[in-house]
């Protein structure tokens, strides 16, 4: 990990202790918080960065047709209705 890429993780951590202090008492948010700083640390330990950086980038466009395909190849329905509520 370059010391770039260290800065950047602990900045994105420090906004997410931020986050998870302003959630209150809400120990699924909280939990979820925390499993986010941890698999962001990981992955920025992991040489994913860039991968990170470009998903992140991506979040919300739709998806291309590629995309899509192989999401079917995964067996994911992309029909089906979304998740609602938290769930342990």
């Given at each position: 990990?370059?010391?770039?890429?260290?800065?950047?993780?602990?900045?994105?951590?420090?906004?997410?202790?931020?986050?998870?202090?302003?959630?209150?008492?809400?120990?699924?948010?909280?939990?979820?918080?925390?499993?986010?700083?941890?698999?962001?640390?990981?992955?920025?330990?992991?040489?994913?960065?860039?991968?990170?950086?470009?998903?992140?980038?991506?979040?919300?466009?739709?998806?291309?047709d590629?995309?899509?395909?192989?999401?079917?190849?995964?067996?994911?329905d992309?029909?089906?209705?979304?998740?609602?509520?938290?769930?342990?």
């Amino acid at each position: 990990m370059t010391t770039e890429d260290e800065s950047e993780l602990h900045r994105l951590c420090d906004l997410l202790r931020i986050v998870d202090k302003r959630i209150g008492d809400e120990p699924l948010l909280s939990a979820a918080v925390k499993k986010a700083a941890l698999g962001l640390s990981i992955a920025f330990i992991h040489g994913f960065r860039a991968k990170v950086e470009d998903l992140a980038q991506n979040l919300g466009r739709e998806l291309s047709d590629a995309d899509k395909e192989h999401l079917r190849s995964c067996g994911i329905d992309l029909d089906a209705p979304l998740p609602t509520g938290t769930q342990n």
